[in-house]
């Protein structure tokens, strides 16, 4: 099913016309997602992660999420204090979710910062209504920055838009037979749109669609439900659908009776099958290949080939060939502030000063202040001469194994 960008931050299946907002649920109880998208399945484009690193994972790739969605018991308050802690991660919306809501779970949810508190339920509040708040808020400060940086004068000169336009339209003519090799097995490996488009914010502050190749199954998420009402992690079912009958382990049946009983979700269970098919719903989510993940797309991802539609994004002029990173919305709306917000002032681009400089450093890592530090002097003092350095500096730092 064909996805396409309206309206800002929202995305609408064209077969169905119906507006979807992205979302990454966290919980260690599987049984609670399923519940959840069954709910939301005509609002949220939900994809489920059962840890805090899964999490964290996905942001590093850029995951377009619209809103986090995290239980406090399974780590949630941990992973919010990880993003509200790191400028990297900006100022993604944030929501606690608790086992049931309490002037307690709402002072803990404040002074983490997060931006709400919902009951894993959902039976109090509207959801919907407060990620509809969470998008417009992000586009009224993208507008007001826009408005402030425009003073700057952040056009792309002359020399830069030519060697734009003749080397990544070069590329993309020699490129043509592996777009469209690429193209046709993304249309035979599964179904669904060719590209993927994700909001960055560019030069100027302006907000526009980034194309990748599709890596991955548009109906993920109904994937995981089949999979899971399936019990496709069991080796025995039907030996396991009689202890659940049952509530007892094979121990507790030899005498009838349970050793050590639990109540949970307001039924009576064994505590070693409680376990048993916690362990069960954990293992189903380690598989050793994700099946969101199509088999031609961990290709794409492992050989960057599903970076190559952002020649077009060049092509269009929303970036430059060399230039300040593309950032995620979340990500850039903590770059508004007068120290910050000048490195929007010059081009977005593929490669940048801060790429090679973390090479020619020999950096394992660079933090987020010294990234936007180049950035600003980029944005303040790029020539001709400066981009074709880095343009020479970048092939060699193309064939390191470390992703910069």
């Not at 204090?81 to 608790?98: A, E, W």
């Not at 890596?215 to 899971?228: E, H, N, P, S, W």
């Not at 010059?346 to 940048?352: K, N, W, Y």
């Amino acid at each position: 099913m064909e996805l396409t960008s309206t309206s800002p931050g929202m995305v609408v299946e064209t077969k169905s016309y119906m507006v979807q907002f992205r979302v990454m649920y966290m919980n260690a109880d599987l049984d609670e997602y399923i519940r959840f998208s069954e709910k939301y399945a005509e609002s949220l484009q939900a994809e489920y992660f059962a840890s805090k690193e899964m999490v964290l994972e996905a942001l590093k790739e850029n995951y377009p999420a619209d809103v986090i969605l995290a239980h406090s018991a399974s780590g949630g308050l941990e992973l919010l204090d990880i993003i509200r802690g790191s400028s990297g991660y900006g100022n993604i919306p944030f929501v606690l979710l608790v086992d049931r809501l309490s002037q307690e779970a709402i002072d803990v949810a404040k002074a983490k910062h997060a931006d709400d508190v919902f009951s894993v339920r959902f039976d109090d509040g509207d959801l919907i209504t407060r990620i509809k708040y969470f998008k417009k808020r992000q586009w009224y400060v993208a507008n007001k920055a826009s408005q402030k940086i425009a003073s700057q004068g952040n056009k792309t000169p002359l020399w830069k838009r030519a060697i734009d336009v003749i080397t990544t339209g070069s590329a993309v003519i020699l490129l043509l037979p592996v777009f469209l090799l690429v193209a046709l097995f993304i249309r035979l490996d599964s179904k669904g749109p060719v590209f993927y488009r994700s909001k960055r914010v560019g030069s100027g502050y302006k907000i526009f669609d980034l194309y990748k190749f599709r890596t991955m199954r548009t109906d993920a998420d109904q994937l995981i439900r089949k999979m899971a009402a399936l019990s496709m992690y069991n080796k025995n079912t039907e030996p396991v659908q009689q202890l659940e009958s049952r509530g007892l382990c094979d121990e507790c049946l030899a005498g009838n009776h349970c050793k050590s009983l639990l109540f949970h979700d307001g039924k009576e269970i064994c505590e070693k099958l409680y376990h048993f098919q916690k362990d069960q719903k954990a293992a189903f989510m380690k598989f050793q290949n994700d099946p969101r993940i199509t088999r031609f797309g961990q290709f794409l991802r492992n050989s960057s080939l599903d970076e190559l539609p952002q020649l077009i994004n060049i092509l269009k002029g929303d970036m430059s060939l060399v230039g300040n990173r593309p950032l995620p919305l979340y990500e850039a709306e903590k770059m508004t502030t007068d120290d910050k917000i000048l490195r929007f002032a010059g081009p977005a681009g593929l490669t940048g000063l801060w790429q090679v400089t973390k090479r020619g450093k020999g950096k394992a890592d660079m933090s987020e202040e010294e990234r936007t530090q180049l950035d600003i002097t980029y944005a303040k003092e790029f020539s001709f001469k400066m981009d074709m350095q880095i343009i020479l500096k970048t092939f060699p730092a193309l064939l390191q194994s470390e992703n910069v």
